[in-house]
């Protein structure tokens, strides 16, 4: 209801759904016009909806929270529907913040979100990292339903990274637990004869793809605790891509991989026999990032790990926009042609 | 895997294997005497015809097996879980078992080649250091990604495929995939050519427990096998069957270690034999079988990026 989006959203009565959850509906009207069916949300989950300009390519609502953090019994339950041809983009405005848990009994602090992409509709997820405080506890469990993965039309784009907490107060990883689930579905139909209106006659089928991480700050290893296990490392990301649009960005970032320096006894910048190293490689090796790339099961995960936050933004950012050698962006990258422009501001 | 510290723990060590031997054996001739008489259920395991069971056989080899079990049994006494099936154990714990586990590292490789690009600690650690360190990551790690499948599909063999396929899912790291795989495969095929026809223990119609599945993947096929082996569904026939992969695993990562110039040989035998080790597989088996395939996943997430870059060693010599 405060949501200033320009569509005609039909929400049910605000009162009437839990507190934490929130839907989020698009739909898109003849010819082509992008619009909030529906967008409802319920304390302590905030959604806002900017609205778009005329030849705006996609949707952007953020995904905020009072106070711009959770505390522990906090319970964030978000929906999202996205019909065919909708472009929809979630943001945040920060890093969510995870507060500690007041006391060990008390409940974790938990958001989950489920997301359906139907047939050629494109789904971009780029939140700021969450940022575990120290004993925090705190699951998140995030499913994508991808409609269409036979022509792999229903497309995604998702991030999902985590800080070590806040460094100026001393905290690092000394967070009580982190757990986090990212898990891409495929999607049956039930009622074959009406293939894939927007109806719910489709269910969850196959699980395609899993990432999970799971952190415990109280968990030994030998007598190393999580931050030392964690290598120095202070932050942790996960990128995951599929989908037709983004054909190019995932060659993209194949063959970026696969031009990474090698690691070996030489010294890896003046090494005679291997190729010429160019900046963008050199400056992600000086800025302590590390990372890889693996395809699977029709997906491309991209793992990025680092000992600075800005050091892997910059990464990241460089990665989702196909920079080039020089580190300058390329004109018309997949994410930006898919969604317009303004897609990065959490990269910044 | 120390035996016993003190003398009144060896004493009562003694005491409880000389119980167990003595239950083994009348379990062997009940065993033999109902050989003509079809077993009705997996329960009624049946020992192997030979006497591997025997007493006098030498006693360092029940050590690792039997050791940790020795406290539960003689609390059982009288009900006395199936005797370990040392032969099995013997066969799948042979370095000589054709899987090829000696061409993969588990990213051990890969974990030293950068050790250039991880933090400085003072003192500076010594090759032996940074192994003992990688095992203790890699067995924290292995304990919650597969081991809640070994122990899933030991525990519904029915549905090992569809396990196998979740765990697919869910090995996100391409070069981890490519050796869970081919390990898995291989041991479904030596089990195929060169177990089943004398370990099977299923009956070929038996519908609870399908015979002929073939799972892709290490940790499904390897609790899957160990059940078709005739282990019954209990918690401790599962402690022995996560017991020996975890082991078998310290042992991959050692002799690879030994290849990698860390150690000597003597070095990595001493570090298989030490309490530590012991210990530590110990508890990765009592966390990993206590966590469900729903909740598994990644808990030292730098394995997985050391893992992941191992594609991009100058110079390998392992697979993974």
Known sequence: ?348 | MEQNTTPKNAEESLEALKSQIASLQSQLAAAKAQLQIPIPSLSSYTPPKSNIFNADLHPFIRTPLTCIYNIKLTQKKGNLAPSPPLHLWLLLADSALPIGSFAFSSGLESYISHRSLRPAISPKPTPKTELTRFLRLSLLSISTTTVPFITAAFKSPSSVLTLDDTFDATTTCEVARRASISQGRALCSVWDKSFASSLLKIEPNNTEIPTHCKPDHFGPSWGYITRLSGLPDTSEALEQVVFVFLFNHVKALLSAAVRLSLIGPYVAQQILASEEVGRLVREAVERGRGIGVEEAGQSVPTVDLWQGRHERLYTRIFNS
């Open chain 1, 1 to 348: 209801m405060e949501s200033n989006t320009t569509t005609a959203s039909t929400p049910p009565s605000q009162s009437s759904i839990p507190a934490g959850d929130g839907l989020i509906h698009v739909r898109v009207l003849p010819p082509s016009k992008l619009t909030l069916h529906r967008l409802n949300y319920k304390y302590p989950l905030k959604l806002i909806s900017p609205a778009p300009s005329q030849w705006a390519k996609s949707l952007t609502v953020f995904v905020l929270s009072y106070g711009g953090g959770l505390v522990s019994g906090d319970e964030v339950n978000l929906r999202v529907v996205v019909e065919r041809g909708g472009r929809l983009c979630l943001q945040t405005q920060g890093s969510t913040k995870i507060f500690k848990q007041k006391t060990p009994s008390s409940p974790p602090t938990i958001q989950r979100m489920t997301v359906r992409i139907q047939p050629g509709a494109s789904f971009l997820l780029l939140p700021d990292p969450v940022q575990p405080f120290a004993e925090s506890n705190y699951v998140q469990h995030q499913i994508f339903e991808l409609e269409d993965t036979v022509n792999d039309t229903s497309s995604i784009v998702v991030l999902d990274w985590v800080t070590e907490g806040r460094a100026a107060r001393d905290e690092h990883w000394s967070l009580k637990r982190f757990e986090s689930r990212n898990e891409f579905f495929g999607v049956k139909n039930i009622d074959a004869v009406d293939g894939g209106s927007a109806g719910g006659e489709s269910v969850r089928g196959r699980l395609l793809l899993r990432d999970a991480m799971i952190l415990d700050g109280e968990m030994l290893c030998g007598d190393e605790t999580l931050r030392e296990r964690q290598d120095s490392q202070t932050i942790f990301a996960t990128a995951v891509i599929r989908g037709k649009p983004f054909t190019r960005l995932i060659g993209y970032i194949k063959t970026r991989y696969a031009n990474e320096p090698r690691i070996g006894q030489k010294r890896w910048d003046t090494d005679d026999d291997s190729r010429r190293h160019n900046r963008i490689e050199v400056e992600a090796r000086d800025n302590g990032v590390l990372w890889a790339a693996s395809s699977v099961r029709g997906f491309l995960l991209v793992k990025v790990s680092g000992v600075e936050m800005e050091g892997v933004k910059r990464f990241v950012k460089g990665l989702l926009s196909e920079v080039d050698e020089d580190g300058v962006q390329r004109e018309g990258g997949c994410i930006a042609e898919e969604f317009g422009t303004g897609m990065f501001r959490c990269l910044e």
